[in-house]
C-alpha cells in the first residue's frame, strides 16, 4: 500500500517560512490532482491549496500571497512554500493526491506550529 510521507513542519515565529514536502513511498501512476490541507483541535479540515496535472494552482483565501505550491512531477513530490506565517496557520497539515482513476491518497500529516 503506498503512502504519502509529509515532512517539513516545526515550531516557528510569526513572520517566519516553513516548507513542506509530500512523497510517495512507491509508485503512483496518472496523478491529476495534489493538495494540501490543514486541520485545527476543534475544526474542520480545510483545503489551503490544489495544482493540477496542467500546472495550475489555486489557493484559499486565507493564503494567498504567502504560501505556495509546487511540485517535481519527476518525483512525484510536492511542496508547499509558506511565508509570512501567522499563528492562525498553526494546524496540522496534510497532503493529499488524487489519480484520474479518483484513487485518493493521503499523508499522515505534520504539525505547523506559529507561536512567539
Known amino acids: 500500500q503506498v503512502q504519502l510521507v509529509e515532512s517539513g513542519g516545526g515550531l516557528v515565529q510569526p513572520g517566519g517560512s516553513l516548507r513542506l514536502s509530500c512523497a510517495p513511498s512507491?509508485?503512483?501512476?496518472?496523478?491529476?490532482?495534489m493538495a494540501w490541507y490543514r486541520q485545527s483541535p476543534g475544526k474542520q479540515r480545510e483545503l489551503v491549496a490544489t495544482?493540477?496535472?496542467?500546472?495550475?494552482?489555486n489557493y484559499a483565501d486565507s493564503v494567498k500571497g504567502r504560501f505556495t505550491i509546487s511540485r517535481d512531477s519527476s518525483k512525484n513530490t510536492l511542496y508547499l512554500q509558506m511565508n509570512g506565517l501567522k499563528p492562525e496557520d498553526t494546524a496540522v497539515y496534510y497532503c493529499?493526491?488524487?489519480?484520474?482513476?479518483?484513487?485518493?491518497?493521503w499523508g499522515q500529516g505534520t504539525q505547523v506550529t506559529v507561536s512567539s
Open positions: 493529499q493526491y488524487i489519480t484520474t482513476w479518483n484513487r485518493n491518497y
Open positions: 512507491g509508485s503512483i501512476f496518472s496523478i491529476y490532482t
Open positions: 495544482i493540477i496535472s496542467d500546472g495550475t494552482t
